[in-house]
């Protein structure tokens, strides 16, 4: 499927879906504790849907209702999956189940789609069986899935680079079922947030992990169980809310966002301070959960912008900074070369196409705006970030822009071209002619 975007502005009231991050935690931790948990406003797609079917795979009973989700818990007794997992997109599913299979006596395998099997797993991979397990991936000189987990986890010490927080997540989630205690080392903590986040849930669900309080070194005793807390409320998605915002700012729009929790964990609410940062037109009521963003005023750049903790906020504000004036900089980006895609690379290369000015090394990323946006065809790659980032590109274009592969979107968004629509936005969605 693709989409015509053409120049619009956005007016009226969106609402983003439940985060993807706290979903797939909510999930994980629901199948692994005792009791029955009800889980309301999940991300029910794309990543969401994912660590559902994964949980399913190991004997957890979900029902799906039209207001959430209802996981009957094991309480740490999984059944052995009798087929292979397909975590889909899921990044962080296969990193969360990889080692939950580490719980499991028997052989568990786990893969994904083609871009899941480029993703490196292998840090993860050498810590399960640091501490017991016995895990190998399938390809001689591959570094990504599939993967073959055995059990049973014992637990030990171990040290861990954290370029990627979903390993030191996953660990955190299994290990306190070990069979022993653990320590966690983290080198090179990134992600910090998403870290905590995980600290949060697991917490939630009544276990504690003495820690730093830099995310950098973990003791966990083995031998624990969850309980459910009942009910589990996933709060909105602030990645997503990335996408409305920026899309809000650089054209002539009155948007009002709804259903946001000020005061949860996610670390991409920073997204919003780095947009006032640059000129953005944005208010809140943290009492009512809204953010209300008013366009059309000049933004400008000279800013340094770490995302070493929001990776995925990049296309989004790298977007933004094309209609910023002067220079604009994003540091600390070697990670976000190993998400779906290699983020850093994809949007020089589709911005450039359209006559941004933008410039790249290994670990950086520098827009020289305010560029003109020309219009044309780009692709996706398959990524629902840059697909809706390119969304955004292209509302404030000067012609129109047809962006292609643009399913992906529903990954973590679910019907975002129908909500932008409803708002406003100018865009034609035109299905593929599959005998072409």
């Known amino acids: 499927m693709r989409v015509q975007v053409r120049p619009s502005e956005l007016k009226g009231t969106l609402q983003v879906p439940g985060s993807k991050s706290h979903t797939i935690r909510c999930a994980v931790l629901s199948s692994l504790a005792e009791g029955e948990s009800v889980i309301k406003n999940p991300l029910a797609s794309g990543d969401g849907l994912s660590s559902l079917r994964a949980a399913r795979s190991f004997g957890i009973a979900i029902e799906e209702k039209e207001d ?37 006596d028997g052989y568990t395998v786990i ?40 059990g049973l986890l014992k637990g030990g010490s171990v040290t861990i ?7 030191v997540s996953s660990l955190l ?16 903590a990134l992600e910090k947030p ?12 009544g276990v504690e992990v003495a820690n730093d309080h830099d995310c950098e ?31 809000a700012s650089i054209t002539n729009s009155s948007l009002t966002l709804v259903g946001l929790d000020f005061a949860d964990s996610q670390g991409d609410k920073r997204v919003v301070h780095i947009l006032r940062d640059m000129g953005a037109q944005i208010s809140a009521d943290e009492e009512a959960g809204t953010l209300f963003v008013e366009g059309g005023k000049p933004l400008r750049g000279g800013l340094v912008i770490d995302l070493g903790d929001i990776p995925d906020a990049l296309p989004a504000l790298v977007v933004a900074a094309t209609q910023a004036e002067g220079v604009t900089t994003f540091t600390n980006l070697a990670h976000v070369r190993i998400k779906e895609t290699d983020r850093v690379q994809e949007m020089y290369e589709k911005l450039t196409s359209l006559g941004c000015d933008v410039r ?34 292209g509302l404030a274009a000067q012609e129109e822009l047809t962006i292609t592969s643009i399913e992906c979107a529903d990954v973590s968004f679910p019907r975002f071209f129908e909500k932008l629509m409803a708002c406003g936005a100018d865009l034609k969605l035109i299905e593929d002619d599959l005998e072409k």
């Open 173 to 188: 989630l299994s290990s306190a079922l070990a069979q022993g205690s653990t320590v966690l080392t983290v080198r090179n």
């Open 111 to 150: 893969t994904g789609d083609e871009q899941i099997r480029r993703r490196p797993i292998k840090i993860l991979v050498d810590a399960l069986n640091t501490l017991g397990a016995k895990a190998f991936l399938t390809r001689p000189n591959q570094a990504a899935p599939p993967v073959v987990v055995r």
């Open 161 to 167: 680079d954290g370029f990627n927080s979903q390993y």
């Open 360 to 393: 790249i090394d290994s670990d950086s990323l520098t827009v020289y705006g305010p560029c003109k946006i020309k219009g044309g065809e780009v692709s996706s790659s398959d990524d629902h970030r840059i697909a809706m980032a390119l969304v955004c590109a």
């Open 68 to 104: 959430g989700w209802l996981v009957q818990g094991s309480g740490g007794h999984l059944s052995l999956p009798q087929n292979c997992i397909d975590t889909g997109n899921s990044g962080t599913t296969t990193c969360f189940f990889t080692s939950v299979a580490s719980l499991v």
């Open 217 to 247: 070194h973990f003791v966990l005793e083995g031998g624990q169980t969850y309980h459910s807390p009942g009910m589990c409320i996933v709060p909105a998605d602030w990645s997503a809310v990335a996408f409305p915002l920026v899309a």
């Open 194 to 205: 998403y870290v905590r986040m995980t600290l949060d849930w697991m917490r939630r669900f």
